[in-house]
Structure formats: structure tokens, C-alpha cells
């Protein structure tokens, strides 16, 4: 019994191996049938068995009007072809840019002590700027606090291109030159034909109890009575006159001063009887040797360009034309743009404050670019003449442009004081 079920035992493994290999046949004899097996889908009936059934990621029965509705040709939308312009393009043209120059702080405010005189009995007030003679000009700048220039050019001036002014060297205290009363003038711009604001000085002195004397035929009428001394001096004085009995210089209405403000029109911002200041508009400019200047502007002459200027016509000033008491002033009448009157570069001066020949009567001449296009920058005296040996500018009294013998009262200062 036991021996019989041992062998059964034995027995039963290789029946199973024998069972086992003959399903892996049957397996592998199914795979090699291929598309005609039996409830099988070959490879090559993919989609065209379900295309009935699948329309894209969803079934075809989901979707109103099934299979065809999915089918419908698409529509082509006509691409727009434009026909090619026929038109022939135009050149394009390039702007002309002009050559500028912009200098910073090109007009800034100058704020200048006034002076309180008096013509035929009524105020007159002025500023006092230069002076021909050291001493004055030494007195002049203790006692108002602000520098007068030392212009030895102007003891030359011809008696034509004077006025004469009374200065009290003692009797009622005052704003005079000396601490003393007024000065007393002999004209104003009201009277043209005499105005200048370089004046020939008479010392008045008293002899005795002083009073206050307000017009030259009072001063004289003292003489003659022994009361004062008169004594004529040798020395010459810029004493532009700011306001006179019957007017004034112009006041510009807009105060605001940029790096482009206009150069004409008025020179003047502000003038204040009670704290006796006037306020100027200061220009910006290059001295001979290119140091930066600048220059206020109170008379001129001919008529034409001082009114342009906003400032006193001063016919008398003529007479410096030819006089060592002026001196040549460059301004440009084309060329670059800039500050200066012309709307071009701003000026070039023969002289500035601290030179021997420094005055504030200038003599104009103007500059003209035979090629502006190719202008440069000029800074100097010397680039004049270099510019005008090599034939590429020319240089001209401003006389015939403006009708006559042009003088410009251009007094340097300093505005920053």
C-alpha cells in the first residue's frame, strides 16, 4: 500500500509538465493566426472597425448628427492678395538740423544799488557802474556796497558824448557820490539831443550854511552868490539814468530768466524806489581772451536797435565812433544759434574789467559766416582773426545795418555780488 502510493506520488509531476506544455502551444499557435483569428481585431483594421463608433475624443452617438456631422468639409476662408502699388514711392526728406548753442546761466537777475539826483527840481534815480578814475571808483564801491569798474578809457570821451553833473562834497547829508545830497543832472533821456549817461563832474562846495539845491540854475544862482565854490574835475562817470521825471526804462512783465530768454524787448526786471535797488537782466559773453563776462545794457544809439532793446536812446554816443573811449564789441549775425541779440552765438568783447583798455561803451561790429553751415564756435579775439585771415568770416562796423553809428552802454559786472 505504501509502496503503491509512493509511485503515484512520482508519478503525478511529469503529468502535469505534459499538460502545461501543451497549453503554451495552443497560446502561441493562436498568436500566429494573425487578423483571421477568431473574435480578434488585427493590426491593420485599427479605426476603420471603430470609425463608425469613435469620432475624435468622444463617441459618435454623443454628437448631434453623428458620423457625417463631424465629416462636413471645412470651410476655406479666400486669402486677401493685394495687388503690388503702381504708386512711385517718394523720397523722404531729412529734417535740417541746426547747429545750437546753449550756455548755462546764458541771463541771470543782476540786482544793483539805485541813486536818488534830481533835474530841474524833480527825482531822478540812477545806478553809478564805472568809473575813469581810481579813487571814485574806490568811494563809489565803499559807499554803495557794490563794485564799480575802473574804465581809464573814458577820461577820453569828447565833451560831445558828456553830460554834466553837479556832485556836493559837503553841506546836507545824503546819497551823493560823497555822502552828501544828490547829484544834480543837466538832462535825462527826455532830452536826447544832450542825454548821456557819461557824465563830466563839478564839484559843489559850501561856503557857508548849506540848503538843499535841486536843479542846475539853483547851483548856479548860489555861485553867484558866494555861497558855493564850483570846481570842474577831471574825471568821467557811467551813470545811466533808470527812471526820469516824465519816464523810464521798460520793465519786462515775465521776470522768468532761462537759458533761452529772448535778448531784446526790455533789460530791466524789477525797480524798487523803496529798498533803491533796480534789478537788470545780465548777458552772458566771452571777453578776449575767453573768460566769461557779463553785461548789463542801458542806452544805446541809433533810435532803431535801443528801442529793439528796450532801453534810453542816447544820440550823444555817436561821437564815440572813432574814439579810444569805446571799445569793439563782436556780435554774430549768423552761424550758430545761441544768446546773443542776433538770436546767434553770444558776443566776443576787445576788453573786460581788469584791462587797461576796459569801457562800458562798446562799438559794435557784426560777424557773418560766408558758410553757415560749416560755423563754429568762436571764443576769443584770436579765433576772430584766425577765422578772418582764413577768409571764412567777415567782419563789419553794425553802422549801415541799423541806420547808423551803433554804440551800445554795455557796462561788465559781476552779477553774483
Known sequence: MNTKYIALLLILPLFTVAIATNNYQEVDAAKSEGTDAPSRVGTKSYGSKTD????????????????????????????????????T????EAEETEQALRLSRA???????????????????????????QSHADTITK????????????????????????????????????????????????????????????????NGDAKMLDSEEAILQAEEDGRVTLTELPVVINMPQVMWPSGQLPVKEDKTLTDETPYGGQQVLDIDTKKMTVTFVAHRGWGPDGRTIYYIVTDATP???????????????????????????????????????????????????????????????????K?????????????????????TIDVNLAGPMVGGDHIVNCPFIDPFQ
Open 371 to 391: 558758410d553757415p553751415s560749416s560755423a563754429s564756435i568762436l571764443e576769443t579775439i584770436g579765433d576772430i582773426n584766425a577765422k578772418r585771415k582764413a577768409g
Open 107 to 133: 541771463s541771470v537777475p543782476a540786482t544793483i544799488p539805485l541813486h536818488k539826483g534830481w533835474y530841474d527840481g524833480e527825482p531822478v534815480y540812477y545806478i553809478i557802474t564805472d568809473s575813469s578814475e
Open 52 to 87: 463608425h463608433i469613435v469620432c475624435g475624443d468622444k463617441l459618435c452617438s454623443e454628437i448631434s448628427g453623428g458620423k457625417q456631422a463631424v465629416e462636413k468639409p471645412a470651410v476655406k476662408t479666400p486669402v486677401k492678395t493685394e495687388k503690388p502699388s503702381t504708386k
Open 89 to 92: 514711392p517718394q523720397p523722404v
Open 303 to 369: 533810435e532803431m536797435p535801443a528801442a529793439m532793446m528796450g532801453v534810453a536812446s542816447s544820440p550823444t554816443s555817436a561821437a564815440l565812433i572813432a574814439n579810444s573811449a569805446a571799445v569793439d564789441l563782436f556780435q554774430f549775425g549768423n552761424g550758430i544759434k545761441g544768446a546773443g541779440p542776433m538770436g546767434f552765438q553770444p558776443g566776443i568783447a576787445a576788453s573786460a574789467p581788469g584791462d587797461t583798455n576796459y569801457s562800458p561803451m562798446w562799438r559794435i561790429s557784426v560777424i557773418a559766416w
Open 143 to 206: 559807499n554803495q556796497g557794490w563794485k564799480v569798474e575802473l574804465a581809464p578809457p573814458l577820461a577820453n570821451t569828447p565833451k560831445a558824448a558828456l553830460s554834466k553833473t553837479y556832485i556836493f562834497t559837503n553841506g546836507i547829508k545824503g546819497d551823493g557820490i560823497h555822502g552828501f545830497q544828490g547829484e544834480v543832472f543837466t538832462s535825462t533821456p527826455a532830452q536826447p539831443e544832450t542825454y548821456s549817461a557819461l557824465t563830466s563832474h563839478i564839484h559843489v562846495t559850501w
